[in-house]
């Protein structure tokens, strides 16, 4: 765990220069505006240790994957979003010595990302070593006011210097992947432009022909007068740079401004590209850096308007949760139903940036509360999407006659992953993916969505569920044999109960669609039968024997369902007694151990609890939860939000804010020692839950919205908002509880068990409670 970061309720900020976190904050920094993102990689040369990362959304390259044995059905590659041009490169010599900050000497470095506004603004002194001295403050923003447009303001001043600065900006394509299976390069070049003061490369993937061009324009100003590019621009294979060159005197000011304009053939054919590029470049200079940064600016403030969670009294807390929701929203805007949310979002390499359950299990609801209602549309429409290449994962696999197994690990709907055991094993995501139908038309009321896109998708999943499980003799029921659930940390389990309960739980819901289109919209529902040769009858009749007979491994004694056949045998001692230096066990056990061990990595039975609430009651959770929580190790990062909240609704209020904090300051405290592989984007999500749902004690139950708020002792008040059913609601507790309607449609809210009715713009004001009730 680090502790660098100043707490601050609208920055994160980082004082004086640590080599040694340099990675960390370059994950920490980064931008992104849902299409493009990078790294806060330094603009000037950095011979330390670093990783430079620039990714574009949606392009991909499927790198064979590495395995020893190879067995039918598995992965022929392991997908990655490129690291792509690195277009901030400012290349800076002080008569013929570079500005770098890993030989010079720094003083007074600061690092501030404004989470209002999405401002990198980097501040310091630099005395090289034969001693000359400069000041510089850059600042950098990737608009998403405009899509393919981002802009650099670096100002340097002399202190000490007299003589010729000279500047080099380029972009670099010859980038490669820290994480390439074969240590190849994946980019080829196949234009370029360049003019003295404005430059444009255009590469090319292999194998995929994702085209991307970049477009920049350098505008340099010497005491406020403008410097003409005086050498010729340069060009090299994978790059092409302007160079400036001017005779400087100390207390001289000299400014870059560096504009930049990208675009992909995802939008624009690859014939047009560049031109697209030039006239976007065009306009953003046009522009300039205050305007577009003003465009930029207030576009993000609307975005924070429907989306920002307040903590008063706590500002490790309010960083915290803001800090999270800043960088989802960096990740994904929901402006392309082709895109999705990776991991790692655009901050590293980790998990190839592309789309596991997470998307489903634990950001959707963000979206969906937050945005407006066709951003978790898109989201559902692209597992719609992937079907037809679900059904084909499942032929790979033997399943038959329409059965989809959505991957655990995507980016076109295809299974891209180095792992066995995870890939194909936990299937338990199928489940995911239809509880996310569920849990979108369950809270926007938009059941039009059933027919046709959730019901194909249900039933594929159900089909396949229905084709996974077998009869057992010896158990006399149906059993569900060689998965992995959620809890990665074993393998190849029999009757794991969360994958048996989501299977279980897929049936009967597509039967309840199924009766709803039935009656509903007969002939669409009729027509549909026809397109996927759906035999209802007796298919139906199966799913039903399936439901009423599935097993389920329960130990009687302590009345508990167990994670899976066997589980018991285990020796089972609580994680706290593990000695600290051993955690986490994934960097210091053997997998062997790990395996054989008790200990949980994620919610496992408890991610069964969290999402079928209404099913248990609460003494029945407190059961599993002092079972199963005491040997979670919470090693990984979408552990701690599903805990909080149950903790909070089996009022363990220290519990719950001690797994908030956990999850909400994961990576500005570096709790897991691998923020600087990039951030846990999906993770955030599961904050953004735990927040509502533990201190807010959101839920909805058949449409009905329920609000259970309680005020932890730290805080001296919070306020979160959300889109519900066309309302816009601000929930407000302090010494009393405020709810206010921003919007011309009245919604009916049950709070702490009384039905009240919210009117059109109204309010709401009740006592408050200081304990989870
Ligand atoms: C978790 C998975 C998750 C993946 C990507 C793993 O560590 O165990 O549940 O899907 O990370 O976030």
């Known amino acids: 765990m680090k502790n660098y970061i100043i707490h601050s309720e609208w920055q994160v900020i980082e004082e004086g220069f640590n080599p040694g976190y340099n990675r960390i904050s370059e994950s920490l920094f980064s931008i992104g505006n849902g299409h493009t993102g990078q790294r806060a990689n330094f603009e000037e040369t950095y011979s330390g240790d670093s990783l430079k990362g620039n990714y574009m959304a949606g392009v991909y390259y499927p790198d064979k994957t590495r395995v020893g044995w190879w067995k039918n059905g598995y992965p022929e590659y392991f997908a990655k979003i490129l690291n792509a041009a690195n277009w901030i490169g400012l290349r800076i010599r002080l008569d013929e010595e570079e500005l770098d900050l890993a030989t010079a000497e720094v003083e007074d470095f600061s690092r501030v990302l404004d989470m209002r506004t999405a401002l990198l603004t980097r501040t310091f002194k630099a005395q090289l070593p034969s001693g000359k001295k400069i000041e510089v403050k850059a600042e950098r923003f990737l608009s998403i006011a405009e899509k393919e447009v981002g802009a650099i303001r670096y100002s340097l001043k002399s202190v000490n210097f007299d003589g010729t600065l000279s500047l080099c900006s380029f972009i670099d394509g010859d980038i490669a992947n820290e994480d390439s299976n074969y240590d190849e390069k994946f980019w080829m070049e196949t234009e370029k432009d360049v003019a003295p003061d404005k430059a444009f490369l255009c590469m090319e993937t292999k194998k995929t022909s994702f085209f991307v061009c970049h477009g920049i324009e350098t505008h340099l100003y010497h005491n406020g007068e403008k410097v003409k590019a005086a050498r010729q621009p340069y060009s090299d294979e994978k790059f092409v740079a302007n160079n400036f060159e001017l005779g400087v005197s100390a207390g001289d000011e000299v400014v870059i401004e560096k504009y930049m304009a990208v675009n992909s053939s995802l939008y624009q054919s690859r014939q047009k590209l560049m031109l697209h590029v030039k006239v976007k470049l065009g306009e953003a200079v046009a522009a300039g850096f205050d305007k577009l940064f003003d465009a930029h600016s207030e576009k993000w403030e609307k975005r924070w308007e429907t989306a920002d969670i307040m903590v008063k009294g706590d500002a490790a807390a309010q960083q915290g949760i803001r800090f999270n929701i800043f960088q989802l929203m960096q990740t994904y805007s929901g ?91 936990e ?38 569920w229905a084709q996974r499980i077998n009869w057992s003799e010896d158990k006399n029921a149906y059993v569900m044999l060689g998965v992995t659930g959620p809890n990665e940390y074993e393998n190849n389990v029999n009757n794991n109960f969360h994958t048996s309960r989501m299977a279980v739980w897929t049936l009967k819901y597509t039967l309840e669609v199924i009766d709803y289109l039935t009656k509903e919209h007969p002939y669409l529902y009729s027509e549909l039968t026809r397109k996927w040769s759906f035999n209802e009858q007796s298919e139906t009749a199966l799913w039903r024997e399936i439901i009423d007979n599935m097993y389920f491994p329960y130990d009687k004694k302590r009345e508990i369902f167990l994670q899976q056949d066997g589980f018991l045998d285990k020796e089972i001692i609580p994680a706290a007694d593990l000695d600290p230096a051993e955690r986490p066990i994934h960097q210091n056990w053997s997998w062997d151990r790990i395996l054989r061990s008790c200990y949980i990595k994620q919610a496992d039975t408890l991610q069964s609890f969290y999402w079928f609430r209404h099913d248990f009651d609460k003494e029945t959770l407190r059961r599993h939860f002092d079972f199963y929580e005491p040997i979670t190790v919470h090693e990984s990062s979408l552990s701690s939000c599903i805990h909080a909240i149950l903790a909070a609704r089996i009022g363990r209020e220290e519990k719950a804010y001690e797994m908030y904090l956990r999850t909400a300051r994961l990576d500005l405290d570096d709790y897991n020692n691998d923020t600087e592989d990039g951030l846990h984007i999906t993770s955030m999500g599961g904050t953004w839950l735990a927040f509502v749902e533990t201190f807010g004690g959101m839920d909805v139950k058949d449409g009905q919205l329920l609000l259970n708020p309680f005020l932890p002792k730290s805080w001296d008040a919070f306020a979160f908002r959300i889109n519900f059913r066309g309302a816009h609601l601000e929930i407000r507790m302090g010494s009393e509880l405020k709810i206010t309607n921003h919007s011309a449609v009245a919604v009916d809210v049950v709070i702490w068990g009384e039905q009240h009715q919210l009117k059109e713009n109204g309010e709401l004001v009740l006592a408050s409670k200081s304990v989870p009730q």
């Not at 369950?442 to 059941?447: I, L, M, P, R, V």
Request: proline fraction near 4%.
């Open 335 to 425: 402006d392309d139903e082709r895109l999705n949310v990776g991991p790692k979002g655009f901050t590293g390499e980790k998990y190839g940036g592309v789309t596991y359950w997470d998307t489903e299990a634990y950001c959707l609801p963000f979206f969906m509360a937050t945005a407006p209602q066709l951003v978790a549309k898109n989201l559902l429409l692209y597992r719609h999407k992937h079907l037809q290449k679900a059904i084909e994962n499942a032929q790979k696999l033997g399943f038959s006659d329409g059965a989809a197994l959505y991957p655990m690990v995507t980016i076109n709907g295809e299974e891209c992953h180095n792992e066995w055991e995870i890939t194909f094993e």
């Open 427 to 464: 299937i338990h995501r199928n489940g995911a993916i239809a509880y996310a139908i569920y849990n979108y038309i369950n809270y926007t009321g938009d059941k039009n969505y059933l027919a046709p896109f959730g019901f194909e998708v249900l039933l594929g999943i159900s089909r396949f």
